[in-house]
C-alpha cells in the first residue's frame, strides 16, 4: 500500500493539466466517486490494525496532495482565461478625468488670507467645539446676554457648545503669545437660526486680532479700507457705524458702498448705497486682562467677517443655502 501512494503522489505530480476538459478527467479519475482515491480508503478498511495509525496518516498526505494539484491546476486554468479575453478597444480615447472645482467659500476664503498676509497676518485656527470660558466668558461676554441663550447657541453640555463666532480664537491666541500678535482665523461657526435665504444654522467668519504698542483705531480703519479695496475694488469705500459688542470698546459695524448699484440704491443694499460686512473695535481693556496681557502697555483692534455674506456679494448670488447643497451646477461656475 506504501508503494501504491508513493507511485499515485509521482503520477499525479508529473501530471501535465492544459485545459478544462483534462481537469475534469484528472478529477474523475483521482478524486471522482469511483476514483483512486475511493479505492485507496476502501483498502485501508482491510488494513491490520497496528498498521492502521501508519497508512492513515499516509493516505491523508495523498489526499491533500491530489486536491491540490487539482486546486492550483484549476486557478491557473481560470487566470490564464481572464487574461487571455480582450473585450475592449485598446485604441479608443480615454474618458478625460472631471476636474473638481474649489468651493466659493474657499475661494473667498483664500483670497482674504492672501490679501491679510501682504500686510503682516498670520493665520490661526482654533476647535470648533468651544467652553463657555473662550466663547463668552473670557469676551466679556455677561451671563445674561442674549447670544448665551439656549435659542441661540448650541450647547453641547453646560459647559461646551459649538462656537457661535470665530472670536473665541483671538482668546487662544492671547492666553499663549505675547503681543505682538497680527492673526487672521478663517472657521466654521454655528448658530441655532432657523434656515431661510438669509441666514444658516451654520457658516463662515474671518476674525482679524491685532495687538500691539500704540495701535489705534485709525490703524483698524486703514486696514479695512486696504481690505474692503483689495477685495471688492479700488472704487469702493468703508463706513464705520457706532455699535456695541461685548469684547470691544468702542466697536463698530463695518460697511462697504453696494457695488452692485454704485451706490445708487439697489434689493442688495435695500436701496440704502451700502451693506454691513462685519463687526470692529478696539480690544476691550477687560478682553487684555482675561488673558494675563498688559492693557497698560498694549491696546488692539479686532474685526470679525462673514465668508458667506463676502461671497454673496462679490458673485451677487442671493440665496446662502446654494453653498451647502453640494450641487455641482452651482459650484462650478466659479471657476478656481
Ligand atoms: N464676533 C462677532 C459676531 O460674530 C463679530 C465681531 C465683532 C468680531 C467685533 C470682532 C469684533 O472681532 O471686534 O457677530
Redesign the pocket.
Known amino acids: 500500500m506504501k508503494d501504491k501512494i508513493e507511485q499515485i503522489i509521482q503520477d499525479t505530480s508529473a501530471i501535465l493539466i492544459k485545459n478544462n476538459a483534462q481537469l475534469e478527467e484528472f478529477r474523475i479519475k483521482y478524486l471522482g466517486t469511483k476514483g483512486v482515491l475511493k479505492d485507496m480508503f476502501d483498502a485501508f478498511k482491510l488494513v491490520p490494525n497496528e498498521n492502521k495509525k501508519e497508512y492513515g496518516q499516509l493516505l491523508n498526505v495523498l489526499k491533500s496532495h491530489v486536491e491540490y494539484i487539482f486546486s492550483t491546476n484549476k486557478e491557473a486554468l481560470e487566470v490564464s482565461a481572464e487574461n487571455s479575453v480582450v473585450d475592449f478597444d485598446v485604441t479608443m480615447p480615454g474618458t478625460p478625468l472631471e476636474l473638481g472645482a474649489r468651493h466659493p467659500i474657499s475661494i473667498i476664503k483664500n483670497e482674504m488670507i492672501e490679501i491679510f498676509a501682504r500686510i503682516g497676518f498670520a493665520v490661526a485656527e482654533g476647535p470648533e467645539i468651544e467652553d463657555d470660558w473662550h466663547n463668552f466668558t473670557a469676551l466679556n461676554t455677561p451671563e445674561d446676554h442674549p447670544a448665551r441663550d439656549m435659542q441661540d447657541t448650541f450647547y453641547i453640555n453646560e459647559n461646551t457648545l459649538l462656537r457661535t463666532?470665530t472670536?473665541p480664537v483671538?482668546i487662544r491666541l492671547m492666553e499663549n503669545e505675547a503681543p505682538p500678535i497680527r492673526v487672521i482665523t478663517p472657521g466654521r461657526v454655528y448658530r441655532n437660526e432657523t434656515i431661510s435665504a438669509r441666514a444658516h444654522c451654520t457658516f463662515h467668519?474671518v476674525?482679524g486680532l491685532y495687538i500691539n504698542e500704540n495701535v489705534s483705531f485709525a490703524d483698524l480703519k486703514q486696514t479695512l479700507l486696504y481690505f474692503a479695496k483689495e477685495m471688492f475694488g479700488q472704487n469702493v469705500e468703508i463706513r464705520l457705524r457706532p455699535s456695541f459688542?461685548p469684547?470691544?470698546e468702542p466697536?463698530a459695524e463695518l460697511d462697504i458702498t453696494c457695488f452692485i448699484c454704485d451706490r445708487k440704491g439697489c434689493p442688495v443694499c435695500k436701496g440704502s448705497g451700502w451693506v454691513e460686512i462685519?463687526?470692529?473695535?478696539m480690544v476691550d481693556p477687560a478682553v487684555l486682562q482675561n488673558c494675563k496681557i498688559d492693557d497698560q502697555k498694549y491696546t488692539g483692534f479686532?474685526?470679525?467677517m462673514g465668508i458667506e455674506r463676502i461671497a454673496l456679494l462679490k458673485y451677487g448670488i442671493d440665496d446662502i443655502r446654494l453653498f451647502y447643497e453640494n450641487d455641482v451646477r452651482f459650484l462650478k461656475q466659479f471657476g478656481s
Open positions: 463666532h472670536s483671538q467668519q476674525e459688542f469684547f470691544t466697536s462685519g463687526g470692529c473695535g479686532a474685526f470679525g
